[in-house]
């Protein structure tokens, strides 16, 4: 069944809740009839009665998750509808003047900037607006718990236990990870591969490394995250050597990653403002994003939430990575953890298919993207 069939059909029930579950028909029956709301019951009744019987255990499994997928992406788009909506330029708050306040509608939210007074990273409001829009639809956990030491460099990694039985399935996609800023930190890359021994991580970070156990573990590269054809960057005043992502892949013969790390201080913002992702075949992005101005890490240019999410942020989405998550580096930073979800690829199978496509973006009342 296709992905991506018509109808509105509202996701009640996480899909990772059944992942690894195997049902009778009986139970099936009775989750699709729990998950889906009243609007899809005639898309349910078609399947439950003319195709669902029909097929064995492994596809009524499959069905069932396409139409989970389904849900979740309907549901994101929405949301995605509406978050856009904070770009119109337009006030449209109609509050009586002579109420003793006014909203100042979605214009109020485009002052708030990275400048000297007020901090896009700083605002509630605007951070909110970056969050999680779409759901992990597979197994989800955190590379380190906040309580636990090293506060920093914790990642969120969907999938993983996919990925893990993939790699006993013959013929399929090797788990290929690569780590792009270390800081001779490796927490995320040692928990990765203490869980998932058969992935192939490539670090790179010209300012540190490597340490003396990482040649057994990682293949370490000195050189830092370009974009295009630049190979050389200054950080901290001190000149360090880079090259872009497809030419990092390009160089390393993979054509595709699971997991693409990125924390670069700051420079995520010139690697997002003209990264072209056509072409490119990446599970999910996990980055660590900074909303401040910083001299030091060349955030120099003055942002506000229609600058991030126009600029940055939604060629991201338009290109099918959906953020499923956001929580703060630290309480003191401005520096914010996301992780984006290419929402065609399959941790299953390493398979990234057509669910979504760049004309499904949906359009916002009032707001030009």
Request: glycine share 6%.
């Amino acid at each position: 069944m296709a992905k991506h069939m018509s109808g509105a059909i509202v996701l009640l029930v996480c899909a990772a809740t059944f992942a690894f579950r195997e049902y009778t028909h009986s139970a099936h029956v009775a989750q699709l009839t729990a998950s889906l709301s009243s609007c899809a019951a005639d898309k349910k009744d078609e399947y439950e009665k003319k195709e669902y019987e029909k097929k064995d255990e492994y596809e009524k499994q499959r069905v069932y998750n396409s139409l989970l997928d389904t849900c979740n992406l309907q549901n994101a788009l929405e949301r995605i509808k509406a978050r856009n909506g904070y770009l119109c330029t337009t006030n449209t708050d109609n509050q009586a003047e002579d109420r003793h306040y006014t909203l100042g509608g979605t214009p109020a939210f485009h002052a708030i900037t990275d400048g000297v007074k007020t901090m896009v990273g700083e605002s509630a409001p605007i951070v909110s607006l970056l969050g999680g829009l779409y759901q992990c639809p597979f197994s989800l956990e955190r590379s380190n718990i906040v309580s636990t030491p090293m506060f920093d460099g914790g990642k969120w990694m969907c999938g993983l236990e996919e990925m893990i039985a993939r790699a006993k399935v013959p013929d399929t996609p090797k788990c290929v990870v690569y780590s792009f800023g270390s800081a001779d930190d490796d927490l995320f890359e040692d928990r990765l591969l203490k869980r998932h021994k058969g992935c192939e991580i490539h670090i790179y970070d010209p300012t540190s490394g490597p340490q003396k156990d990482w040649e057994q573990k990682y293949t370490y590269h000195k050189l830092g995250l370009c974009v295009q054809d630049v190979t050389k960057f200054t950080f901290l005043s001190k000149e360090y050597g880079c090259l872009s992502l497809k030419a990092a892949m390009k160089a390393n013969g993979h054509d595709h990653l699971d997991m693409l790390k990125i924390d670069v201080q700051g420079s995520e913002w010139k690697f997002l403002k003209v990264q072209d992702w056509k072409g490119l075949n990446i599970g999910q992005i996990q980055m660590e994003v900074h909303l401040h101005n910083d001299q030091c890490c060349g955030l120099t240019g003055v942002k506000t939430i229609v600058d991030t999410l126009k600029d940055y942020f939604i060629p991201l989405e338009k290109a099918g990575y959906f953020p499923i998550n956001l929580e703060p580096g630290a309480a003191t930073t401005r520096n914010y953890e996301i992780v984006w979800l290419n929402v065609n690829w399959d941790p299953k199978t390493g398979v990234f298919d057509n669910m979504f496509t760049p004309d499904m973006y949906p359009s916002t009342p009032n707001v030009a993207l």
